[in-house]
């Protein structure tokens, strides 16, 4: 078994295809709830591109109920232009300056609004997504494997599989899922701290520990949302991959999760 870093501008997987700034339009039907009420319906949101990672949704002031906004007498400059800051007011809650205005008309998202992500309950059609919108430029595919997949924290195997499924994603490292019989749950500490992805949604769990190397539990766990058991292990993120082998460091610890995957059947 070999073991080869990949360098940040040399990766081994595809790079994003979108880059910052840019603007798309978005054909799905999107909503937006705050405190049970809703505060815009659109089926004429824009990709905006903050980011190359992923998108937010921009959303046109005509379809917002303008009810609910409150300006807040705040305004600035940004990539975009001139926008002013206005909180969302119903009759239940407030989510103060949660969504910013854009009014420059030279602007490409003149009169659209960004609306803070957290302040608001999202649907795509009748579908809720957390975390942010799916990249409509991004393939995730999770294939099975029979590679051997070997993690160690510290000379310590945390978990070691030759059947885990390897999720290939535009953009991002490859990840290693591995089913929760082959994992040492000894060596793991539970952990309150939650994660967010539009694909798998919620995420929760454990992280590692070891009596020589204590760290701060990591988000990084099962998911707890209803879908096939293989994603329902734990998942060490953020690895580099080159060919046959990946090292991945665990959020969170001083010490390394060392991830090494045989390329052989």
Request: hydrophobic residues 30%; glycine residues 6%; proline residues 8%.
């Amino acid at each position: 078994m070999v073991e080869n870093m990949t360098s940040a501008a040399n990766p081994d997987y595809p790079r994003m295809a979108a880059e910052r700034g840019r603007v798309e339009p978005a054909p799905r039907r999107v909503r937006g709830f705050i405190g049970g009420d809703l505060i815009f319906d659109t089926t004429e949101a824009r990709y905006v591109w903050e980011v190359p990672y992923y998108p937010q949704y921009y959303i046109p002031l005509r379809d917002i109920r303008a009810e609910y906004l409150i300006d807040d007498d705040r305004s600035g400059q940004s990539k975009f232009g001139h926008s002013r800051l206005e909180s969302v007011t119903t009759e239940t809650s407030t989510a103060k300056s949660a969504a910013r205005v854009f009014d420059d008309p030279d602007s490409p998202v003149a009169g659209y609004v960004r609306f803070d992500w957290k302040s608001v309950e999202w649907y795509e059609e009748d579908e809720r997504i957390v975390g942010h919108p799916r990249n409509p430029y991004v393939r995730v595919d999770a294939l099975r494997s029979h590679r051997h997949v070997k993690v160690e924290l510290d000379g310590v195997v945390l978990a070691e599989t030759t059947s885990p499924v390897l999720l290939f994603e535009t953009g991002l490292p490859t990840r290693y899922y591995v089913d929760r019989t082959d994992v040492s749950f000894t060596h793991l500490t539970p952990s309150e701290t939650q994660s967010l992805c539009p694909y798998k949604g919620t995420t929760s769990g454990t992280g590692p520990y070891t009596s020589a190397m204590p760290c701060t539990p990591t988000s990084r766990g099962r998911t707890t949302i209803p879908c096939r058991p293989w994603l329902r292990s734990p998942v060490w993120s953020r690895s580099t991959t080159r060919r046959s082998t990946s090292t991945s460091t665990v959020s969170g610890c001083r010490g390394q999760a060392r991830t090494s995957a045989d390329a052989g059947v």
